[in-house]
């Protein structure tokens, strides 16, 4: 057997001579080819710290919608005054418009401009947002107005549209945040919110006024808050923030109404974050799934309460369930 090993042995080595030669060969090509090295374009808005996206797709332009992050870097919690605004036509560069709306522009609000969504209908854009309540004990979900998707808008009713007092299923001051709005394929709208609890209702025409019961929402395993609801085909999609630090988990039904199916995490735990709240828009036919994380590095040190709007691709699986979510540093390039 060593005789019949060492017969093998020049063949060997001959084979191994040419094939370091072929790749020491390719090796300049690889490093002068037309490889275009990817561009770190996560987080999207650098200049000042965002969190809770919210996106619309209108006119060929997507409009980013988040809160506005001004805690200093040892503060111990949230200080958000403002909404923001921008928006892309590429997914890569961002527009900052003037700011849209403040706590202040809700005469009943006290503090927090905490998550939020847009949508359209009508020609008008309706903006539901939660602050605190300035006369009723806890969270509060209002809606705001405007001609243009970057406003500025202007409250639409006067008062909340949701307070404290109206939902029952816990009694936490804070479980009446993070609004999302959704218009099904027959015009019916519906609001859907919470925090522990699951809460949604059907919305009037007017999208300023709930129509019937506030229902609770079954078959979401350790929901936490930030729901999002979207559809692709014959699904409907209830994305949520699950457990505490948050990861994101998704359900789906074949009606908005239910059941949902729990099916998993969606995304891991945000980067230096212990929270995690989602958008998902397609896009020029590109599904893409917005976040953020807390993950902008010295001199400006993200965090919880210094979170930063991250965009990456989303991915759909044959039978319709949906893929992991890779988070990376690179994003979407051109």
């Not at 849209?100 to 020609?123: C, H, M, Y």
């Not at 099916?263 to 974050?273: P, S, W």
């Not at 993950?295 to 990456?312: H, I, K, L, T, Y």
Request: glycine share 6%.
């Amino acid at each position: 057997m060593l005789q019949s090993k060492s017969n093998w042995l020049p063949l060997l080595l001959l084979m191994a001579f040419f094939t370091a030669c072929q790749q020491t060969e390719k090796a300049p090509e690889q490093a002068s080819g037309d490889a275009v090295p990817l561009q770190i374009n996560n987080p999207v808005i650098r200049d000042k710290f965002t969190a809770d996206p919210a996106a619309l797709v209108h006119n060929d332009t997507v409009y980013l919608y988040t809160g506005h992050d001004e805690a200093a870097i040892d503060g111990p919690f949230y200080k958000m005054n403002e909404w923001l605004v921008f928006s892309s036509t590429n997914m890569v560069d961002w527009q900052e418009h003037p700011v849209p709306l403040k706590v202040t522009d809700f005469a009943w609000a006290k503090a927090d401009a905490w998550a939020s969504q847009a949508i359209e209908r009508n020609g008008k854009f309706y903006w539901y947002v939660c602050t605190e309540h300035a006369t009723v004990p806890g969270k509060a979900i209002g809606v705001a107005v405007s001609d243009r998707p970057t406003g500025p808008f202007k409250d639409a009713l006067g008062k909340a549209l949701v307070t404290n007092d109206m939902t029952t299923a816990t009694d936490i001051a804070w479980d009446d945040i993070d609004p999302s709005v959704w218009i099904d394929d027959d015009g019916q709208a519906y609001l859907f919110w919470g925090n522990t609890k699951c809460y949604y209702a059907k919305l009037k025409e007017s999208m300023t006024e709930l129509d019937g019961e506030i229902k609770v929402v079954e078959g979401l395993p350790n929901f936490t808050e930030a729901p999002w609801i979207h559809k692709k085909g014959d699904w409907y999609y209830l994305t949520y923030a699950y457990q505490f630090p948050e990861k994101t988990a998704y359900a789906m039904s074949k009606s908005i109404n239910g059941p949902w199916e729990f099916k998993g995490i969606l995304n891991e735990l945000a980067g230096n974050c212990n929270t995690n709240h989602q958008a998902i828009i397609e896009y020029k036919g590109v599904p893409y799934f917005i976040y953020h994380t807390g993950g902008v590095q010295a001199p400006n040190f993200g965090g919880s309460f210094r979170r930063s709007v991250c965009v990456d691709k989303l991915f759909y699986k044959e039978d319709g369930t949906l893929k992991r979510v890779l988070m990376t540093s690179e994003g979407i390039q051109k």
